[in-house]
């Protein structure tokens, strides 16, 4: 049977979550007040709320899923708090977006990337996040180690080492900028666009 990726992307709970601390992954990330910020596969907003108190009033955040369930209850979580420049859409990563091209300062992908390699859908998608990417913008993949015995998450067949992931990114056209543990179970990738020279 064919592991089908989570579809609200980092959104989980128990011990998975409690081990990945957001505002540590977002800071590592070089998240900045006025900065944009596209989360992908946003869930109920585990990244998405803590990313919109580091940008600002100042700045915006995109927040996308493929389930209209978990966009709904970010929504109404934002209008709680009062927080009106996250913007939180229904949306798949591998048909285009509704954007314009170049606005988006840091692209946070966490637990999403892994389930585009096996359902070969990363081509489309890494093209449409290269576009919404600034030149000199961030993307930010979070991923599952690979190297566990009896990890969470999805199965060790299907999970990305540091090794495949940079594989896979730069032949999509970015360059590996960092790559750091995040949490007992997770590492986080930071690339960025690559150069016509590169």
Excluded at 11 to 33: I, W
Excluded at 44 to 67: C, K, T
Excluded at 99 to 113: E, F, K, Q
Aim: with cysteine; net charge negative.
């Amino acid at each position: 049977m064919r592991y089908e990726a989570m579809p609200s992307g980092h959104d989980f709970g128990g011990n998975l979550g409690r081990a990945l601390d957001p505002e540590s992954v977002l800071k590592a990330a070089g998240l900045k007040p006025g900065q944009t910020i596209l989360d992908v596969g946003c869930g109920e907003g585990r990244f998405s709320l803590p990313a919109a108190a580091m940008v600002g009033q100042e700045g915006r955040v995109l927040a996308f899923d493929s389930s209209e369930e978990r966009v709904e209850a970010l929504t109404r979580t934002a209008e709680e708090r009062g927080l009106d420049w996250i913007e939180a859409f229904v949306a798949d990563v591998t048909e285009t977006i509704p954007m314009p091209s170049g606005m988006v300062d840091v692209c946070l992908v966490a637990n999403v990337l892994h389930g585009l390699v096996e359902n070969n859908t990363v081509t489309t998608a890494l093209a449409e996040i290269r576009r919404l990417l600034r030149l000199d913008g961030v993307l930010a993949i979070v991923e599952f180690k690979k190297n566990m015995r009896r990890p969470p998450g999805p199965p060790l067949s299907i999970r990305l080492s540091p090794e495949e992931l940079e594989a896979v990114l730069s032949q999509h056209g970015f360059e590996l900028d960092s790559m750091t543990e995040v949490g007992s179970f997770h590492y986080l990738s930071l690339f960025s666009p690559a150069t016509a020279e590169g």
